[in-house]
Every structure is written in structure tokens, then in C-alpha cells.
């Protein structure tokens, strides 16, 4: 059942009331809520077609929909096959939509004209009415567009009677077909048509990923995606009906979706209160009365009684969806409750993953009562027991403001797959609708035309090896032009065929080999490394064996692979699919060609054969620090061990942020991305989201947001201003992680415990930290060398980045809490140090005098 199959329309005598009640609520002049006049469009494309009706209909809202014989020009069916029409007057649904319906035995298609492409509404609405030849509650039929597939073998559910489905696809030529294709000896029908133009500020191309692991990312390309719209929520207010939506969009009250309602109240402003932002505004997400209607701005749902009840919860809403599909989830804010700036700060959760941490709502937006909004996409691989769980709630980590949190409405969307289907793994191919087997992805018509293809390659490939022959000999200045190895080539350094002219660079996996010997001459010279033939990389990863698998990111799979001569290497192969992962191989080469240090890993080379992109790296034997700290059946690493990780990691990151002219910000510094060598030293890896620093001009880089999740600083994460101090926030959860042994995010745990940075902290000022550090450390520490640690730490998740330390001072209070630490135990491995003695060396300690200030080598 779809969501608005449970929508009052299903009940005429519940329609009324809402209505009723509605009207009444808006209309009465002792509310103080009195929504002010929608903002007007005019879509270039509206088609209304009440489908099987004698005449126009008029809706109480204002718009008119075309009779049957004014939209026959629209329709064709199948030759000599007459769709028949039912017009037989019912009382089951008070909307006037409903009372008529277009019966097609055979396959029929609506044909429309649009003027401007992009981004249209779909409406679709079914009633099985009674008729004399056709029992309707027994039709079973498919619906699709010339690319989506948009309902497959569908019928009315048993336990309903009106279904309203509504889809905004886009749409990008001049003509739209809607097809309705009954199954075998039944039929299909249809009782009225929405295709209406929705406006190009209504979706933006991005939105915020995330993964079951807690990886957050930028995702592109929402517009690709044809979406159904599953739920609509005006969140802590009443139904708003079509009258009140410049887009006739219907939003409903969402009480019925909250799993524990005492957990939340309703609130509500006058919707003249709500002060909308400037159309030019550069402030991404900054909402229209286009992107929701006031009336979803002035209400909201906020934390029932915060001042009694226990802060450490969160209140959530449940929403049942397919498995199979990934969703897009707008949510929309509005602060409505607080009095001052910077009073509100609140958690936002998807599926028990953090999407956004202490949300300061004035922060972003300057101002009070500021709509706003935020999209999300949740892939189908993050949802559990067929439901998505949307939940807000206080960030009781914040010692200021409000214990509270806010959500003013949500929309939840079915975005479509693969194979371009909103209905299981269909696809339109033509004017047929193929199943698509999700496991090979190939229908039976693509494998004999692969057959086809590879015969005559095979025909192809001996003509060519004979003029390859012939033209061996010859300077060939193509291939320097075309080379991945000119690909490889670092920004910085000027090459006549890397850049010159627009359209001059090639994809990395364009179907071009070139030469060893040319491109070895390349590397060696530029410092990209030894050029390996692709034939000596298959031999050393066992022919890229899944048992030699040593890591797996978007850009493809890292093998651990083994020369002649025992050289272990980590092979990191490119997955051409990736777009993503293009584009990270790209930056990693740009990094990685222009920087050297003990402490970061090295690029020893790579592969330019066979339209393959394969670097080669150092292989770290001991793995990454995440595996030395838990989750493991590792032995636990001492303090001092553990100091001297973080001390070697650091000195990598203080390189990256100054040792190149500009500056390199990494943006992914995490446990998984410190790697350690067989003697346990550690190096920074992974460079695929490192960006370069900001200018001598500039304060910040601006840029989406990318990054892990517990490691993500939250000041990045709200105004997309990137700087050194963001990598610095990351590496004080790095160290809270070391010293703790856990994850940075655990949603298993209690909800004040979630985020291992905000538990830690709140625990030190408590004077509780002892509590939750390694078990293994325990005894082990000595007191000084601890409080110095966790200083740096805490100084590193600074709220701002202009409060936190440089990675150089980092470093240097790592070094000091490692020679404190030294001098502790030199006292205690003396053969007979007297308990005066000791006391008095760790209160010197304490106070600095042991041990002279490090001199670091950063």
C-alpha cells in the first residue's frame, strides 16, 4: 500500500471532515496561524485529463481537467481496439477525479508535447469503479515512459480502493509517452492524469551520501534519477491540501509516523513570522515557498518537556519502503522556537548514522525563523527490516543553548535503479518491457550482440596486429599525445600533450596501449616511479586473486601482490564503472607525484597496459592502526607504541599542510587511513579527497563536504569552508580513538555515547576519562603523559578551527607527552628507586621539569 492508499481520499465521509476541519482551522478569525498568499507559476507544461469524463471538471482548488474527448488527440491504442469508458456515478470517493475511468484491453499510449524539458510532475490516479464488462479489481497491467518503468503487473491491493501515485521525473525531450500494457488476457485503466512542469530551483544535482559504514560523501547526479514520491509531511502541523500548494502537492500531518509520540510536541508561529532568504542568496539549501509552502515552515514538531524528561533521546519517524531501491529524504528546517542566535543545537540521524551533528540552524542561515532545507541519499544497501528511520535530538554534547531539537517537514522519495525501474528490476528497451537479471546485468538480446561484436573484433584485431607491424618502427607522436602516462603527469609540471587544448585529455581507460620503455622514460624523470608491465602485476597478484584482496574503496580493489625478488607490493586497481573513483585516482597521482616523506606512503609506480589504471604503492605489512586498537585478535600496542603512531602520523599531516607551496588539506584523516610498516611506523595514506590549501588570499577552500563520519568537523560540515584545521578536528578523534580503543561512531551504543569525540570530552570534564580508556593501558600511563595527550585532543575538537591548534603544535605535544612519558618509566625500571623518589620525579613530571621541551624534527 502507498502512502496516500492510507490518505483520508480513500474515505470519502474522512475526505469531508479533513477538509471541513481544515477549512474551518484557516478560516476562523481567532487563529492566530493564517497562511499568506502562495507564491505564484505558471508551468509551461500542464496537461490535466480526467480520463473516461463526458465533460471539463472543475476541482474546488481552481483547476480545470480536460474531458475525454478533449485529450483523445493525446491518446492511441492498439488497431481496431476501442477503449471502452466507464462514467458510472459512485459515492466511494467524494473527489470528482474519481467518478470516471479510461478502460484499455489492449496496450495504449498518452502522447504529449513539451515545450520545456526538465523536471515534470507525474500524477496518477486509480479507482476500480463498478462497470458492466470489466471487473477493474481484477486488472493487472504495467505502466511505463519511453525510459522508466513505473509500475510493473500492477493491481489494486485488496485493502484499498483509491491509489494515487505521484512521480517527478525528468523529462529531456520534446515528448513524453505514458504507456499502459496490460498483462495477457487482462486489461488496464486509469481514471486521471497529472503532467505538469515543476519549477528548476525545485531539485538541485546534489545531495549528501552515506553508507553502512559511516562513510559520508557528495552525491552527484540526482538528476539522472526518476523518483516517486512515498511520503509527504508537514511535520508538527495539519493536512495541507492542494489549494495551499502552488504545486499542488498535498502534505500530511505526521503524527501517524512518529514511534513514540510522547517524546514530541507540536509547535507553531503565525506563517507571516517566517522570514524567507533572498533569491540570490548564496546560501546552499536556503528554501523558497516553491520548495514547501509557509504553512510547513511555521510548524514543527520539538522535544516534549526537555526540561523534565531525561535529554539523551531522540525523536523518530518510521517509514516503511522496498529494500531494493535507495531514497532521497529532504529535509526541511525552520528554527521557530528559539529566541536568540546560536540557542538551538541539535542532532540529525538517518538509520541510526549521524547526517549532520550540532546543527546551529542561525549559523547557516544568519537569522530566525529562516526555512531551510537539506537532501539526503540512502543507499538501498544502508536499510534494514524494510524501513528507514528519520530521528532528531539534542546535542547534549553542548554545554549552551536549548536541550532541544526541531524537524518542520520531510519528504521521502524512491529514486529509481539500475536498470531505470521504480517497479523491481524491469527495464524499457524499445517498446518492450525486459526483465533484468540484477546479478549479470545483461539481457540475452546485449549477449548475442557481445558474440557478434567479439567475432568481428577478433577479425579486427588480426588486421590491426599486421598494420602495427608495419608501423612499429615509426615515431609514433600519437601515443605521447594519448599515453595514461601523460595522464599521470603532475598540474605543476608543464607538458606540451597534458592540458593543452580543450577535449586534448583522454579518460585514464580510453582504449590506447602505449609503450613500456616511453612511459618508464616519463616516471623516472618526473618521480612517478617504475612503469610495470601489466603481465608482471597479474603474476604478482596470483592474477588478481579475490584471495589477495587487501582493501576495496570506490575506486576499485587493493591487491597485495609479490615480485620475483619477494618486493611485496599494495596494487590498487582501478574499476573504469567508477566515476568516483576516477576522479580520487586522479588527485592521489597529483598528491602523490609532488610529495615525499618518511611518514607518508610512498607511490612506487604503475601500469599503463591494456586500457587498465593500476598504481603501484609500498605495501605496509602491519595494515592500518584501526586493526592494532580493536576489532582484532592483534596484540594491544603499549603507550609509548601508541605515542609514537600518533607522533609519526602527525609529523605526515604537518608535512602535507606545510611543505608544499600551497598547502595539502587531506579531508579523509582516520584510523583506517594510518598505516603501519613491519616496524609500526606509521605513514598517511589515502589521498583521494585531499584537496589543495587555500591561497595567501583566501581564509578557507570552498567545497562540498566529504569526508567519514565521527571524524567530519562539524564546522566543515555546516558551512562548507575547508581549511588545515579540519584535518587537525579528524586527528583529534584519531586520538580519543587510541587512547579509548573503539570506534568513532558505535550507534549500538547509548545515544551520549554514539560519538566517541563528544562522549570522551564530556567525560575528562567530568574527571570520569579513566573510565573509559583501554583496559590494556591501565597502570601503564603515567599521569602527565595523559593529561598532556588528552589536551592536544581536546584542543583539536575546538568548536571552530580558529581555536585549534596548527598540526605543528599538535606535534609538539605529542613529542612532550612521549618524553614524559619516557622519563615515568626510566624511574620506574629503576633497580631500587625509593617511593619518595618516584612520587617526586612524576610531580616533576607534572610540572615539565623532567624532561627538556622536544625538539621536533616537523
Not at 526483465?435 to 540475452?444: A, F, K, M, Q
Not at 581507460?509 to 597479474?538: D, N, P, V
Not at 562540498?704 to 579528524?730: C, H, I, N, W
Request: charge should be negative; charged fraction near 20%; hydrophobic fraction near 40%.
Amino acid at each position: 500500500m502507498t502512502v496516500l492508499e492510507k490518505h483520508e481520499m480513500g474515505h470519502p465521509r474522512l475526505l469531508s471532515l479533513s477538509l471541513l476541519l481544515f477549512l474551518l482551522f484557516f478560516s476562523s478569525p481567532q487563529t492566530s496561524l493564517s497562511a499568506p498568499s502562495p507564491p505564484t507559476f505558471k508551468p509551461p507544461d500542464n496537461y490535466l485529463l480526467d480520463c473516461g469524463a463526458p465533460k471539463t471538471t472543475d476541482l474546488p482548488d481552481g483547476r480545470t481537467f480536460r474531458s475525454d474527448p478533449q485529450s483523445s488527440s493525446f491518446l492511441s491504442t492498439a488497431e481496431n481496439v476501442q477503449a471502452a469508458t466507464s462514467n458510472i456515478s459512485t459515492n466511494i470517493s467524494s473527489s470528482p477525479l474519481y467518478l470516471t475511468a479510461r478502460i484499455f484491453p489492449e496496450r495504449s499510449t498518452y502522447t504529449f508535447f513539451i515545450s520545456q524539458p526538465g523536471r515534470h510532475w507525474l500524477r496518477l490516479y486509480f479507482y476500480p469503479l463498478p462497470h458492466t464488462l470489466f471487473n477493474l479489481t481484477n486488472a493487472i497491467f504495467t505502466v511505463a515512459t519511453d525510459t522508466t518503468v513505473l509500475l510493473h503487473d500492477f493491481s489494486i491491493p485488496l485493502d484499498s480502493s483509491v491509489v494515487f501515485k505521484e512521480y517527478l521525473l525528468n523529462i529531456v525531450s520534446n515528448r513524453f509517452s505514458l504507456r499502459f500494457l496490460p498483462l495477457k488476457d487482462s486489461f488496464a485503466f486509469i481514471n486521471a492524469i497529472e503532467l505538469v512542469s515543476a519549477p528548476d530551483t525545485l531539485m538541485t544535482d546534489t545531495a549528501t551520501a552515506f553508507s553502512p559504514t559511516g562513510e559520508i560523501a557528495e552525491f552527484t547526479g540526482v538528476s539522472k534519477f526518476a523518483l516517486e514520491i512515498l511520503y509527504r509531511l508537514n511535520v508538527g502541523g495539519d493536512l495541507i491540501v492542494t489549494d495551499n500548494d502552488t504545486l499542488g502537492r498535498t502534505w500530511r500531518p505526521d503524527s501517524s509516523f512518529l514511534k513514540f509520540a510522547p517524546m514530541a510536541q507540536n509547535v507553531s508561529i503565525s506563517p507571516k513570522s517566517v522570514n524567507y532568504l533572498p533569491d540570490d542568496s548564496n546560501v546552499g539549501g536556503h528554501a523558497t515557498p516553491l520548495i514547501a509552502p509557509t504553512l510547513v515552515y511555521a510548524s514543527a514538531v520539538e522535544t516534549a518537556d526537555s526540561n523534565v524528561i531525561d535529554p539523551n533521546f531522540n525523536i523518530t519517524w518510521e517509514f516503511n519502503v522496498d529494500p531494493n531501491f535507495s531514497y532521497l529524504i529532504r529535509m526541511h528546517f525552520c528554527d521557530i522556537v528559539s529566541k536568540h542566535l546560536n540557542d538551538l543545537y541539535f542532532n540529525v540521524y538517518i538509520n541510526e548514522m549521524i547526517g549532520i551533528s550540532q546543527f546551529d540552524l542561525s549559523t547557516i542561515t544568519s537569522g530566525l525563523a529562516v526555512p531551510y532545507y537539506q537532501d539526503f541519499v540512502v543507499n538501498a544497501s544502508s536499510i534494514s527490516n524494510q524501513t528507514v528511520l528519520v530521528q532528531v535530538g539534542p546535542a547534549s554534547e553542548v554545554d549552551s543553548g536549548t536541550v532541544n531539537a526541531i524537524l518542520n517537514g520531510l519528504e521521502v522519495m524512491k529514486m529509481s535503479n539500475s536498470v531505470g525501474s521504480l517497479d523491481g528490476f524491469f527495464s524499457v528497451e524499445g517498446s518492450r518491457i525486459i526483465y533484468r537479471d540484477p546479478n549479470s546485468g545483461i539481457s540475452s538480446k546485449k549477449r548475442l550482440i557481445a558474440v557478434i561484436g567479439l567475432i568481428m573484433s577478433v577479425g579486427g584485431l588480426i588486421m590491426l596486429a599486421v598494420v602495427f607491424c608495419r608501423w612499429q618502427k615509426r615515431p609514433h607522436d600519437w601515443e605521447k599525445r594519448n599515453s595514461f602516462s601523460s595522464w599521470l603527469l603532475p598540474l605543476h609540471v608543464s607538458h606540451s600533450s597534458f592540458m593543452t587544448k580543450a577535449g586534448s585529455h583522454r579518460n585514464p581507460f580510453g582504449s590506447h596501449k602505449s609503450k613500456s620503455g616511453y612511459s618508464g622514460f616519463f616516471s623516472s624523470t618526473l618521480g612517478i616511479g617504475r612503469c610495470f608491465s601489466f603481465a608482471e602485476l597479474q603474476e604478482a597478484t596470483h592474477n588478481f586473486d579475490e584471495k589477495a584482496v587487501i582493501g576495496v574503496g570506490g575506486f576499485g580493489k587493493v591487491y597485495l601482490g609479490e615480485l620475483e625478488d619477494k618486493t611485496q607490493l599494495a596494487v590498487k586497481r582501478g574499476n573504469p564503472q567508477s566515476e568516483q573513483g576516477i576522479n580520487e585516482f586522479q588527485t592521489e597521482i597529483q598528491m602523490l607525484s609532488k610529495l615525499r616523506h618518511r611518514h607518508l606512503v610512498s607511490l612506487i609506480g604503475y601500469c599503463d597496459e591494456q586500457s587498465e589504471m593500476i598504481l603501484v604503492y609500498e605495501y605496509m605489512s602491519n595494515g592500518p592502526l584501526r586493526d592494532h586498537l580493536y576489532d582484532s585478535n592483534l596484540p594491544p600496542l603499549s603507550w609509548k607504541r601508541r605515542l609514537e603512531i600518533c607522533i609519526g602520523a602527525a609529523r605526515g599531516l604537518h608535512y602535507l599542510h606545510t611543505g608544499a607551496a600551497q598547502g595539502i588539506i587531506h579531508r579523509d584523516v582516520k584510523t583506517t587511513n594510518i598505516l603501519l610498516d613491519e616496524k609500526l611506523v606509521a605513514k598517511v595514506a589515502d589521498f583521494g579527497l585531499s584537496k589543495a590549501g587555500p591561497s595567501l588570499e583566501q581564509t578557507h577552500v570552498s567545497t562540498a563536504v566529504k569526508g567519514s563520519f565521527g571524524y567530519l568537523d562539524p564546522e566543515y560540515f555546516r558551512m562548507q569552508q575547508l581549511t588545515e584545521k579540519s584535518d587537525v578536528y579528524s586527528f583529534g578523534v584519531v586520538l580519543f580513538e587510541v587512547l579509548c580503543c573503539r570506534p568513532a561512531i558505535n550507534p549500538a551504543l547509548p545515544r551520549e555515547q554514539v560519538n566517541l569525540a563528544e562522549w570522551a570530552m564530556q567525560r575528562n570534564r567530568k574527571g570520569l576519562l579513566e573510565k573509559i580508556i583501554d583496559p590494556h593501558l591501565v597502570g601503564t600511563i603515567c599521569p602527565a603523559s595523559l593529561k598532556k595527550f588528552v589536551e592536544a585532543a581536546e584542543k583539536c575538537l575546538a568548536d571552530y578551527g580558529v581555536d585549534r591548534p596548527s598540526m605543528g603544535d599538535v606535534l609538539w605535544n605529542l613529542e612532550y607527552a612521549l618524553q614524559l612519558q619516557e622519563a615515568w618509566g626510566r624511574v620506574d625500571d629503576d633497580d631500587d628507586p625509593t617511593e619518595a623518589n618516584s612520587s617526586k620525579l612524576i610531580v616533576m613530571a607534572e610540572s615539565g621539569s623532567t624532561a627538556a621541551a622536544p625538539t621536533s624534527t616537523r
